[in-house]
């Protein structure tokens, strides 16, 4: 997932394969500022919940389309980043 300046890793999978991703929201901001984070991949209907410091959630699709879509967090939208799916 993006961190907070918006870097984030481009993600390259294959078509048709099933992807599997794990988050975990290690952000703690001081003093004990606590931000809640998730992910969406619309195209592949991909949501997480919001999570609180130190939650995870884990999500699992079938990259059946082929192209380049956004990965976001939709409490800040500065976080994002693609997944291309090659064929």
Same mark, same amino acid.
């Given at each position: 997932?993006?961190?907070? $300046? *918006?870097?984030?890793? /481009? &993600? &390259?999978? /294959?078509?048709? %394969?099933?992807?599997? &991703?794990?988050?975990? @929201? $290690?952000?703690?901001?001081?003093? !004990? %500022? &606590? /931000?809640?984070? %998730?992910? @969406?991949?619309? $195209?592949?209907? +991909?949501? =997480?919940?919001?999570? *609180? #410091?130190?939650?995870? !959630? /884990? +999500? =699992?699709?079938?990259?059946?389309?082929? *192209?380049?879509? !956004? #990965? #976001?967090?939709?409490?800040?939208? !500065?976080?994002? *980043? =693609?997944?291309? +799916?090659?064929?």
């Amino acid at each position: 997932m993006p961190n907070a $300046e *918006g870097a984030s890793p /481009s &993600i &390259i999978i /294959s078509k048709n %394969n099933l992807v599997q &991703i794990h988050l975990i @929201n $290690e952000e703690i901001n001081p003093p !004990d %500022n &606590i /931000s809640k984070h %998730n992910l @969406n991949i619309d $195209e592949f209907n +991909v949501h =997480t919940k919001d999570l *609180g #410091y130190f939650q995870t !959630d /884990s +999500v =699992t699709f079938l990259a059946n389309k082929a *192209g380049t879509f !956004d #990965y #976001y967090c939709s409490l800040h939208p !500065d976080m994002k *980043g =693609t997944i291309t +799916v090659t064929t």
